[in-house]
């Protein structure tokens, strides 16, 4: 079992993290954080939305077989952030996953696995303008620098959360 959660990446927020999340859910009745697209998922079965933990999805799944989950973020970066006259930066959100064999006879599951990456979430607009400017800011630093930079991947790359 896999139990997929948005928050806030960044520790001063973390502290606040409930009462923010309580405000978008009251600025936006009915609407989710964090959502499985089930037709764009392979391998995953009885995936599981809590109607209270709108930032939190669940799903089994066998480790056996090929398995990926497609998830979709219904909240930009920004709707976290101070109010300014635009271009407002956006705050990092973690997109973290951990991972449970569930336990037997009434035991508790068993921790099996963590793993976490660093989003963004931007209007598209937005995120191409954000895209172009944070490669010319890339190029523009010498050679030895730009190796610091991790690669652009097709999918989503998540680091082992230790």
Known sequence: QSVVRVVFHDRRLQ???QQQLEGWRWSRPGDRILDI???LSVG?????IHPTLLNTVEFLWDPSRRTSV????HCISTEFTLRKNGGEKGVPFRIQINTFEAGGNG??????HSA???????????A????KTDREKVEKQPAPERE????????TVLAEVG
């Open 116 to 126: 976490s990456c660093l989003v963004k979430v931007f209007k598209p607009k937005g």
């Open 70 to 73: 497609f998830v979709q973020v």
């Open 107 to 112: 035991d508790p599951p068993e921790h099996l």
């Open 128 to 131: 191409d303008r954000k895209q």
């Open 148 to 155: 610091k930079f991790q690669p652009a991947y097709e999918s």
């Open 15 to 17: 502290y606040s993290e």
């Open 37 to 39: 697209d089930i037709p």
């Open 44 to 48: 995953i079965l009885e995936p599981q």
